[in-house]
């Protein structure tokens, strides 16, 4: 199996660039398998060792995404907010959407908003832009701005009707 591959390899790869291969490889096979703990560690130990590595800005984002998964929001904001500010593709979209959620996990809602508004202007055709533009309106309503709330879940009740629209209904 691939993971024991590139675990093997790992140990007996001597420093070099196959070496640095094989271990950014073994933390996003283990990210894909969602062992987010263990691919958190293994990528976090990259970042450490390779600091110059070509691959290092997709390792932030990949441990950045472990982090989120296991909750820890505090963990990976600043790192989805690195990986959007330094515009890494193709990860600045989704690094962006998440910044705007970690960000209302944390109750912070005008950098949630911000988040937001820098996706959607940036990335009108993101797939998750329903979504999106609901967070944006929770953002706004906490922030008591309604009719700047109301206005984005309205374009969501006009874009579609999955879920998001229902949401926002109410």
């Known amino acids: ?11 007996h ?6 070496r640095e291969k094989l271990q950014f490889k073994q933390g996003e096979v283990q990210y894909r398998l969602a062992k987010y703990d263990a691919a ?4 976090e130990q990259f970042l450490r060792e390779y600091p110059q590595s070509s691959l290092l800005p997709t390792a932030r984002f990949l441990v950045a995404e472990c982090r989120f998964q296991q909750q820890q929001y505090e963990q990976a904001l600043p790192l989805f907010v690195q990986t959007a500010n330094e515009k890494v593709e193709p990860h600045q979209a989704l690094a962006l959407f998440r910044a705007g959620t970690c960000e209302a996990h944390r109750k912070q809602w005008s950098e949630s908003q911000r988040h937001f508004t820098t996706l959607l202007n940036a990335y009108p055709q993101f797939a998750e832009q329903s979504e999106a ?8 309503f906490e922030q008591k701005q309604i009719d700047q709330a109301s206005g984005a879940w309205q374009a969501v009740i006009d874009e579609t009707d999955a879920e998001p629209a229902a949401k926002s209904h109410y």
């Open 1 to 11: 199996h691939a993971l024991t591959a590139y675990r093997q390899g790992v140990t």
């Open 13 to 18: 790869a001597s420093a070099g660039e196959l």
């Open 40 to 43: 958190a560690g293994a990528l």
């Open 133 to 140: 533009r609901y967070a944006l309106g929770i953002a706004f």
